[in-house]
C-alpha cells in the first residue's frame, strides 16, 4: 500500500480562534493526515486524524511555566520603575481624563511599556473612579501585555465596589486572556452569568468564545447550543455557523454539516468575506470528498479564488477528486499548476508525488519513472536543507524571525505557523520582553529578566526544532512512497 501523507486545512479536529480579526473567529487552520492511496488502490480518500500533539512534546505546561514566570517578572518590573518614579518624583494624576488620554496617545506611539507604568503609578486614582469605562480599557491594557498581578488588583476593586455591569465587562476581558492561553475551563468560569449585561457585539462574541471552549473540551452538543443562541444578523453568525459545522462532523451528522455550510455560502458577500468563502468551500469539499461525492466536491473547490491563501489546498483537492472520477488529464492539470507554484508548503510538496502517480495511471511509463525519480531528489534536497537548519550549532531561534502582525516563524526559506500548537501568548511574551529591556536600571530586575529570556529563547529554539523534525519527516515518507511508487512502475514495465 503506498500512502501519501500530509496536512492541509482539518475541519474538524482543531481550530484557531483569533481576538484579534473579527473577520477569522472561527474554525480557520486545521491541520489533518490526508492519505492518498495510490499505486492502483482507488478510490482516493482523506482520512482525518488529530495533528500529532507538538504542544505534548515541548509540552504546552512548560510554556504555561514560562508564562506565570513571565507575569511574575512584570510584576517585580513594574514595582521597580514605580519606585523609581516616585523618586524621582513624577507627577501623579488627579482626573482620570487625563490619565486616560495620556495612556492612549502612548498606546498610538507604540510606547507599551510607558502606557501600562503609568497605569500602575495611577493605581489609586483608578481606584476612586473604579465605575467607569477607562477602567475597563485599563484591564484591558494590562492584560493584553500579560500584567495580571495589576490587571487583578483592578478587578478585585470592581468586585468590591462596582456594580454588576462593570463586573460582567471586566470577566469579559479576562475570558479572552484565558482564551488566548487556551484555558478552556477559565474562559468558561469567566463567561459564565455576563451575556446579558454586554453589549450586543460584546455578547455574540462572548457565545462565541463560549462555543469555542466547549468544543476544546469535546462537548460538541453543548457548544452547537451555544452557537444557536447567536442571531442571524450578527457579525459573528458566520463564524459561529462554521463552528457549528465542525461541531456536527464531530457527531458524524454530515449532512447537518454540509447544510450550514451551504447556507452560509448563500449569504451576501456584506455578511460573508470573500476568504471565508474560500476557506468555506476548502472545508465543504474534503468534506464531500470523504463521503464521495467527488463531483459535489470538485466545484467546491474550483470556487476558490486562485489568489486565495487556501488556494493550494483547492488545488490539491482538485487533483484528488479528479482522479477519483478517472479523470486523470484534469487531475494531472490540477497538480501540475500546483508544482509550478513552488513552494515549500505540503499541498505543494506532495504534488511531486501524485504527478507521477498520475503519468502512472495514464500508462506513460517512461514519464512517471522520470516523476518518481525527480520526487526522491526534490525531497531529499529539501530533506538535507532542513538537517542543514538543525545541525546549527548556534541556537536556531538566533536564525528564526517572527513575521510581524502574525504568529508565523521564518527560519531560511520556511515559514512555520507557530499558533496551531501553540499559545499565541507565547511570541506576545517574547516581543514584550524586548520592549521591557530598554527600560532596566537595576541589577536585580537584569538578573531575572536574563533568566526569563533566556529560558524563553531555549523553549523556542526546542519548538522550531520540533516543527523543522515533523516536516523532515513528512518530507522522508515523501521520499519512500517516490522509491515505492518507482518500483512499481520498474515492475509493470514489458520485458
Request: charged fraction near 25%; glycine fraction near 2%.
Amino acid at each position: 500500500m503506498f500512502r501519501s501523507v500530509s496536512l492541509y486545512l482539518c475541519f474538524y479536529e482543531n481550530s484557531i480562534f483569533f481576538r484579534s480579526d473579527p473577520t477569522m473567529l472561527s474554525h480557520i487552520s486545521f491541520p489533518y493526515k490526508s492519505t492518498t492511496l495510490i499505486c492502483g488502490i482507488l478510490p482516493f480518500f482523506i482520512s482525518f486524524f488529530p495533528f500529532p500533539a507538538l504542544a505534548e512534546a515541548i509540552t504546552l505546561s512548560r510554556i504555561g511555566e514560562l508564562d506565570k514566570r513571565f507575569q511574575d517578572f512584570s510584576s517585580a518590573y513594574y514595582k521597580a520603575l514605580t519606585l523609581q518614579r516616585k523618586k524621582s518624583k513624577t507627577p501623579i494624576f488627579h482626573q482620570l481624563s487625563q490619565l486616560d488620554h495620556t495612556v492612549r496617545l502612548l498606546e498610538k506611539k507604540q510606547q507599551h511599556v510607558e502606557a501600562i507604568a503609568l497605569i500602575i503609578y495611577n493605581l489609586a486614582l483608578i481606584k476612586d473612579n473604579i465605575e467607569t469605562p477607562s477602567t475597563l480599557y485599563f484591564i484591558k491594557l494590562l492584560l493584553e501585555r500579560n500584567e495580571l498581578e495589576s490587571a487583578t488588583n483592578l478587578f478585585d476593586s470592581i468586585q468590591r465596589n462596582s456594580n454588576r455591569i462593570i463586573i460582567s465587562n471586566a470577566q469579559y476581558e479576562f475570558a479572552k486572556y484565558y482564551l488566548e492561553r487556551k484555558k478552556w475551563k477559565a474562559t468558561l468560569k469567566y463567561l459564565d452569568g455576563i451575556v446579558a449585561d454586554l453589549v450586543t457585539d460584546d455578547a455574540h462574541y462572548a457565545l462565541l468564545m463560549k462555543g469555542f471552549s466547549l468544543q476544546n473540551l469535546k462537548k460538541h452538543r453543548e457548544a452547537i447550543k451555544v452557537y444557536r443562541r447567536i442571531p442571524a444578523m450578527s457579525k459573528y453568525f458566520a463564524h459561529a455557523t462554521l463552528n457549528s459545522a465542525v461541531a456536527y462532523i464531530r457527531q458524524d451528522w454530515w449532512t447537518d454539516a454540509h447544510i450550514a455550510i451551504n447556507e452560509i455560502l448563500q449569504q451576501s458577500r456584506d455578511t460573508v468575506s470573500d476568504e471565508m468563502a474560500n476557506r468555506l468551500f476548502v472545508m465543504l469539499g474534503y468534506s464531500l470528498m470523504r463521503k464521495e461525492y467527488y463531483r459535489n466536491a470538485r466545484d467546491a473547490f474550483r470556487s476558490v479564488n486562485l489568489d486565495s491563501q487556501y488556494a493550494n489546498q483547492a488545488l490539491l483537492g482538485l487533483t484528488l477528486t479528479a482522479a477519483n472520477q478517472n479523470d486523470y488529464i484534469g487531475a494531472l492539470n490540477a497538480a501540475n499548476i500546483l508544482k509550478e507554484k513552488a513552494g515549500n508548503d505540503l499541498p505543494t510538496e506532495e504534488s511531486y508525488l501524485l504527478i507521477p502517480y498520475i503519468y502512472n495511471k495514464l500508462d506513460q511509463l517512461l514519464t512517471a519513472s522520470a516523476g518518481f525519480d525527480e520526487a526522491i531528489n526534490h525531497y531529499t534536497q529539501r530533506i538535507q536543507e532542513l538537517e542543514t537548519l538543525l545541525s546549527t550549532r548556534n541556537n536556531l531561534e538566533e536564525k528564526t524571525s517572527i513575521i510581524a502582525n502574525s504568529n508565523m516563524l521564518r527560519i531560511g526559506d520556511y515559514v512555520l505557523d507557530f499558533s496551531k500548537q501553540y499559545p499565541k501568548p507565547f511570541l506576545d511574551n517574547l516581543r514584550a520582553l524586548s520592549e521591557l529591556e530598554k527600560y532596566i536600571n537595576n541589577q536585580e530586575i537584569r538578573e531575572r529578566f536574563d533568566r526569563l529570556y533566556s529560558d524563553y529563547q531555549a523553549t523556542l529554539d526546542e519548538i522550531i526544532r520540533e516543527l523543522l523534525n515533523q516536516r523532515i519527516s513528512y518530507l522522508s515518507s515523501y521520499t519512500d512512497q517516490s522509491r515505492y511508487g518507482l518500483a512499481r512502475v520498474y515492475d509493470n514495465s514489458p520485458e
